[in-house]
């Protein structure tokens, strides 16, 4: 039976390592995120990459690379590996010579690629005996949240922005959470979960603020090591917010060097953002270490309509590291990305997503994406989840239908 080989957490910021394993943790002192750390060499001697690729599906296959010690604490919805897809006719719209690769996690539980995180903050709470769950969201986390704190019997209260896509507020209720909607940003719906730490003794699993929903998305980027041959591709593109799936990745690749697994080439990270709310790009742009918060932030890709961000350092680093970009992207072209992928390649790509393809035309109009570059792009939801445009016509059954009109 594989087990988990996590040894500690160490802060983020400090480096300071003297947070034990099997404890309720939080911010670190520095209140900074956590990172999760394993007895790599103990996991190279006693399993090697193709057993642990080659066992049964989903996330839950990477044991020893993961925090969850019992068993018998993990919930499984049914988690798939995502495919990838290979995209030749965006690609050239959208000028890039080379291989585009879109790997599709809008076809795990809940449709979000926020399964990955929340599975493993849940089985984790589970594991150390909470009870209780409160989360600010934008949306797909709040109902992933709902979906795996469900069959854990673990209640859940989540608290989400006034104009939140309306399904994934609806989702989060039918899957058994309290759910409520607020005038304001994810960031003050956060207060509130901060607020109510004390009197509603619930558990804060915001992003980044407990340190387990990061190793449930680092096994994105197993998997597509994976998938790709044990070669990473020479770019990686993710709509960022709180950054999170972007930190994980960049985690993932490190200990899949130090396992021996892949060498140490590295893509480079484009975190991209929409133009209404990236503050993680200016402060990539200014060279600045840390993000200020963004006032005022608007766009409809739900998923990247993050303030500030409690990890914008590591996220900024790895832009930095990997020989990366920040790139924020103007409202209009994301939905026309959207439709220009769907009508094109039949993909359904969500909004958040769809202004990878965008940054995806920039970085080959200014050359830091090369023509031959393999590039990955992460659809990180289900387009479906979002309001579509209406552009449907209407006959009417009882008059004469006009075909030569259909045509036009
Ligand atoms: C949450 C989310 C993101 C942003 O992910 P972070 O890890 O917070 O950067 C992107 N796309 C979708 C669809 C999301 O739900």
């Known amino acids: 039976m594989p087990k988990s080989y996590i040894t500690h957490f160490e802060c983020s910021l400090t480096g300071k390592a003297d947070y034990a394993a099997g404890q309720i943790h939080n911010l670190s002192e520095a209140g900074r995120p956590l990172l999760a750390r394993y007895d790599l060499d103990a996991v190279k001697a006693s399993v090697s990459k193709e057993e642990v690729w080659a066992r049964p599906g989903g996330f839950w296959k990477w044991r020893e690379l993961l925090p969850v010690q019992n068993e018998e604490n993990i919930v499984s919805l049914g988690e798939i590996e995502t ?3 290979t995209l030749p006719r965006a690609a050239q719209h959208f000028g890039h010579g080379g291989e585009l690769i879109v790997k599709d996690e809008g076809r795990l539980p809940t449709s979000s690629f926020k399964a990955r995180g929340l599975g493993l903050a849940v089985s984790m709470a589970k594991e ?4 209780r769950i409160a989360m600010p969201t934008n949306g797909n986390a709040g109902a992933a949240l709902a979906a795996y704190a469900a069959p854990a019997g673990i209640e859940t209260f989540i608290f989400c922005p006034d104009d939140t896509p309306p399904i994934n507020v609806q989702e989060a209720a039918l899957l058994g959470a309290k759910i409520w909607r607020v005038n304001g940003y994810i960031d ?7 607020d109510g730490i004390e009197k509603m003794g619930w558990f804060n699993v915001s992003t980044l603020k407990e340190p387990y929903r990061l190793e449930g998305k680092k096994t994105m980027a197993f998997e597509f090591a994976a998938q790709l041959g044990w070669e990473l591709p020479d770019v990686v593109m993710f709509p960022t917010g709180g950054g999170t799936a972007l930190i994980a990745m960049w985690k993932a690749f ?5 396992l021996g697994w892949i060498g140490p080439k590295r893509p480079k990270m484009v975190a991209v953002q929409a133009s209404g709310c990236a503050p993680l790009v200016k402060a ?8 200020a918060r963004w006032d005022n932030a608007h766009t409809k890709a739900a998923g990247i309509r993050v303030p500030q961000a409690v990890g914008d ?3 900024l680093d790895a832009l930095r590291a990997s020989g990366g970009m920040g790139v924020a992207i103007d409202e209009a072209d994301i939905f026309e990305a959207q439709a220009t992928v769907g009508a094109l390649e039949g993909y359904m790509v969500c909004p958040e997503a769809a202004a990878s393809f965008v940054a995806l035309k920039k970085g080959a109009e200014e050359g830091w ?3 031959t570059d393999r590039v990955l792009l992460i659809n990180s939801g289900n387009g479906l989840k979002y309001d579509m445009p209406d552009t449907a016509g209407r006959l009417n059954k009882d008059e004469p239908i006009d075909f030569d009109a259909l045509k036009t």
């Open 369 to 371: 994406i090369a023509p």
């Open 284 to 291: 990539f742009d200014k060279g600045e270490r840390f993000a």
């Open 313 to 315: 350092f590591l996220v």
């Open 83 to 85: 495919p990838l897809t």
């Open 128 to 131: 150390l005996g909470i009870t």
């Open 254 to 258: 490190e200990e899949m060097e130090a």
């Open 188 to 194: 003050d719906c956060g207060h509130i979960v901060g």
